[in-house]
């Protein structure tokens, strides 16, 4: 029987020692040993001779049985992987006749004359059975059972009495993988791999409670090998690179001890990362040229992924194995083209930006490596065509998900500072234009991460040679996979948005009017700009769309192409600009209007303001547009008016060539249309002289019909108290406010807002205030819309003298005079960017106010040209001089008109 197991000594002359590695351990008495160097070597299994080891559990593939551990097993095939795996060895073989296998005995160490013999190491531990029946006496028989009646007599190994212990209780199967993988949270689990299927996937036990998984490595892919009908790999085909790419795996992790990461489930494989103290297989695996990355399982990975990008480039760079034909399809971009900076002017779609470069210049930019929400069930025809849309259909607003794709974007960028690194060009193809993809951050966020991970864009699949990707590809593959379980926006199975937008045409508008016209200020954001001072609303209270043109200017139109019904018409003189000017401003900016009128087209007509600007008054100042005749009906026409001439002034633009008027001759222009003094009194009650000397008025007639409008809401607000902070002011509101003197209602517009408090004016009555937010309400609808019953004035045909002492006397005076119930007034002329300029007089004695303060010395005349006032000139004249002769207030000390009287600073 000694042939049957092998020889047992290697100084035998016919079996001389031999060198190899230890590959792997199949049993306690069985090993492969790699007998020579090669890619990959030849290779044998050897049994060790003379012993018998307890037989491992088997799995009961295909058919078999399954079985479970012997005692001490396990303990055994881990005493020899831990002592013999990636270590050269000595051994000797010998195949036996009609044996399957050969039989030999191991030596670890440098030297033969003085290596360990492992089957005596086993022997010694208890952890293997010598063979007794059948056995001729030899020295080396012999002293093996003297080892193991050592080893019995100590009760080592399985001479042990709790053998029972070491039986292990393998799991060969996980009923529910992703609860297994989820429960694992991302941890570390020590494991050791027992196979290698391919390149990218092995098998391996999780300790410490020895679940079998087959294991996919995240993030790459090797070559694999073809199966036959039977499922095993087919020898007669060869893959390229998969035995290389098998073996460069082997020879690293076969039977070694590493950590794996669970990161998700493939149908009845694990995906994870495998840990090894000497690097990352992946990464080694890529650098080599065995495999390529892997979109779908990267993006399971919770870091590393740059890295295996990186090794997977090196390997491209240097045309390694699977890269040998490999040609870049990625130009390469530098300096400027590749990383700029710039302001978001536009979102075009949701995955493209319109950007203003520091230059000036316009760039459109898509955001690398996304898509935007796209339209669902609209296949092609027969003939491979789409087919057409429903008649009124919006994509912005009529695709799930689209609109507030484009709102995300909006809201966090336009307006705002990006930065910008070109990933890569797409070159023109099929009628659509070269587009730059890039990687667009804000505050470092980057733009199309974010989008994604609200679930408002999906990441394009790439093949796996494609190179034209985001740089932060595998960030967005993960944010889309968290968006994906979560199941935000377009991953979302219910409460898909819908938006039923209405198109405001000509018989819509004169529905919506009213409702607009009584609201005073509406949001709004500007969708499209047409021209200077027409621009397309999008009002999301409403849900509806309108066109709005501003009031109170004439604006340049810009070019316009030809439509079916009129042909291409050129742009008036700086009609472009004035596009340009309210384009840049207003685009995609959340906006607020007021609607005054509707022209016959449908489209209203008011006031638009962003960021607190009139934009009508902006367009005036930047010289873009003049003031329409119907705008001195405005309450804007002041500002308009006084922004008109410093443009003219500063001959910006339209007024580029404008010459101004000489004075005289404008005068005797005025006085030939107004050749005489008008006198229309109107019986007013001043209710407020600010400190400026301008005066508020109340018709006397208005008066009650104020008092009734102020009972009403405050018996509104009686029956409904307004909750306390509920609203939020905003400069330019109409609203409801407390006055703090008598703690009652009054109407009040919104001046100024610091903080948390608001300066207000009461528009009834034109006194102003400071007030917490708090004291401030919205007020009823009803109440708005009515015009403020205190308009104001300035007083005619004077000035103030500069002394501030003397200034503050006759507005004292001044007050002190009007204190009465009723005075008559009449609007003398309109000085331009002042309020109108008028003469008071006394109810019943008649007396002029004005000509009573020029008598107590306390304002000065001034020296107007016009004919018609000539003669109330004259008359404050003359009571200027009998006040300069009494030596009254500011004559005191003389004549100070003057020049040696100027340092008194009351010189006109």
């Given amino acids: 029987m000694e042939s049957l197991h092998g020889p047992t000594t290697m100084t035998t002359q016919h079996n001389q020692p031999k060198r190899g590695i230890v590959k792997q351990i199949l049993s306690g008495d069985t090993i492969i040993i790699r007998a020579a160097v090669g890619a990959p070597p030849p290779e044998k299994t050897l049994s060790f001779s003379s012993i018998i080891a307890p037989k491992l559990a088997r799995r009961g593939a295909d058919g078999g049985q399954e079985t479970k551990d012997e005692a001490w097993a396990w303990e055994a095939r881990e005493f020899l992987r831990k002592k013999l795996v990636g270590e050269e060895v000595w051994f000797t073989a010998e195949k036996p006749p009609n044996a399957t296998r050969e039989y030999g005995v191991v030596y670890l160490g440098k030297d033969p004359a003085s290596a360990e013999n492992i089957t005596e190491s086993l022997v010694s531990e208890g952890l293997v059975t010598v063979r007794r029946e059948g056995i001729k006496a030899a020295p080396e028989i012999s002293h093996l059972i003297e080892l193991e009646d050592a080893a019995r007599a100590a009760g080592k190994g399985k001479w042990g009495s709790n053998a029972s212990e070491h039986v292990r209780d393998i799991k060969w ?19 050791i791999i027992e196979h290698v299927r391919d390149g990218s996937t092995v098998r391996a036990f999780l300790l410490p409670d020895f679940y079998h998984i087959t294991l996919m490595i995240s993030g790459i892919r090797c070559p694999g090998f073809k199966l036959d009908d039977k499922g095993k790999p087919d020898p007669t085909v060869k893959v390229p690179y998969a035995e290389e790419a098998r073996y460069f795996v082997e020879i690293r992790l076969l039977q070694r001890d590493v950590e794996i990461i669970l990161e998700s489930v493939n149908n009845n494989n694990f995906v994870g990362t495998i840990l090894h103290p000497k690097g990352n297989i992946a990464e080694a695996l890529l650098k080599e040229g065995f495999a390529r990355c892997v979109d779908w399982s990267m993006a399971f990975m919770k870091s590393g ?21 490999w040609q870049s399809t990625t130009p390469q971009i530098t300096g400027k083209e590749k990383e700029f900076g710039g ?11 319109s950007l203003r470069l520091p230059n000036n210049q316009l760039k459109k930019v898509f955001l690398s490596s996304i898509r935007p929400p796209k339209e669902s069930g609209r296949g092609t025809d027969e003939d491979g065509k789409l087919p057409p849309r429903p008649k009124g259909f919006r994509p912005l607003y009529d695709v799930p998900w689209m609109f507030e794709a484009r709102e995300f974007l909006r809201k966090k960028l336009v307006g705002k500072k990006v930065h910008v690194v070109v990933d890569y060009i797409q070159e023109a193809r099929d009628n659509f234009p070269e587009k730059i993809c890039a990687t667009v951050t804000i505050g470092g966020v980057n733009v199309a991460e974010a989008l994604v991970s609200k679930g408002l864009a999906t990441v394009i699949r790439y093949r796996p040679d494609d190179d034209q990707r985001s740089s932060h590809y595998d960030d967005l593959m993960s944010a889309e996979t968290k968006a994906s379980k979560s199941q935000k926006g377009i991953h979302a199975k219910k409460d898909i948005p819908t938006h039923r937008v209405i198109e405001i045409d000509a018989v819509k508008a ?6 607009f016209q009584r609201a005073q200020r509406i949001d709004a954001i500007v969708e499209f700009v047409a021209s200077g001072s027409r621009l397309r609303l999008f009002i999301p209270k409403e849900h509806c769309l309108c066109t709005f043109l501003l009031g109170g200017i004439a604006c340049p139109r810009g070019a ?28 995609q900016h959340e906006v607020s209007i007021q609607v005054e009128s509707l022209d016959k087209a449908g489209n209203f007509i008011g006031w638009l303001w962003i960021d607190n600007v009139n934009l009508s008054v902006a367009l005036v100042e930047e010289g873009f547009a003049a003031v329409h005749p119907t705008a001195d009906r405005s309450e804007y026409y002041r500002q308009l008016k006084a922004g008109e001439d410093n443009a003219k002034q500063q001959k910006l633009r339209r007024w580029k060539e404008y010459v101004e008027e000489k004075e005289e001759e404008q005068r005797i222009e005025e006085e030939q249309a107004n050749p005489d003094r008008k006198l229309n009194y109107e019986e007013v009650v001043i209710t407020e002289v600010t400190a400026d000397g301008t005066f508020f008025v109340q018709s006397f007639q208005q008066g009650p019909k104020a008092e009734a409008l102020n009972m009403k809401f405050r018996q509104e607000f009686q029956a409904n108290p307004p909750l306390p902070g509920a609203y939020t002011p905003k400069r330019g509101d109409i609203c409801a406010a407390k006055y703090s003197v008598d703690d009652e209602w009054y109407r009040a517009k919104v001046e100024k807002i610091q903080g ?76 331009q960017g002042a309020p109108p300029a008028a003469t008071l007089l006394t109810e019943g004695q008649e007396e002029d106010v004005i000509k009573n303060l020029i008598s107590d010395g306390l304002l000065l005349v001034d020296n107007r040209r016009e004919r018609r006032l000539q003669k109330l000139i004259s008359e404050y004249k003359s009571a200027e001089e009998a006040a300069r002769k009494k030596h009254a207030n500011i004559w005191e000390y003389g004549d100070i008109t003057d020049d040696d009287a100027k340092e008194f600073g009351l010189a006109r």
């Fill in 305 to 325: 992924a740059d890295k295996l990008r990186a090794a997977e480039r090196k390997a491209k760079e240097g045309r390694l194995r699977l890269w040998k034909d």
């Fill in 173 to 191: 199967s996980i009923e529910n993988m992703r609860t297994f993988v989820d429960k694992q949270a991302g941890k570390p689990m020590k494991a």
């Fill in 510 to 515: 004169k529905q919506y009017f009213p409702s």
């Fill in 756 to 831: 948390s408090n608001a300066t207000v004016l009461y528009i009834d009555y034109g006194n102003r205030e400071t007030l917490n937010i708090t004291r401030l309400a919205s007020l009823p609808a009803a109440c708005a819309t009515e015009r403020p019953f205190a308009s104001e004035y300035s007083l005619a045909c004077i000035n103030f003298p500069k002394d501030p002492e003397f200034k503050a006397l006759a507005i004292k005076y001044f007050r002190e005079d009007t204190s009465v119930n009723k005075l008559l007034l009449n609007v003398e002329y309109r000085p």
């Fill in 560 to 587: 316009r192409p030809a439509t079916n019904t009129a042909p291409a018409s050129e742009a008036e003189p700086y009609g472009e600009e004035a596009l340009a000017f309210t384009k840049e401003r207003c685009l």
């Fill in 343 to 353: 302001t978001v002017v536009e979102i075009i779609n949701g995955d493209a930006l």
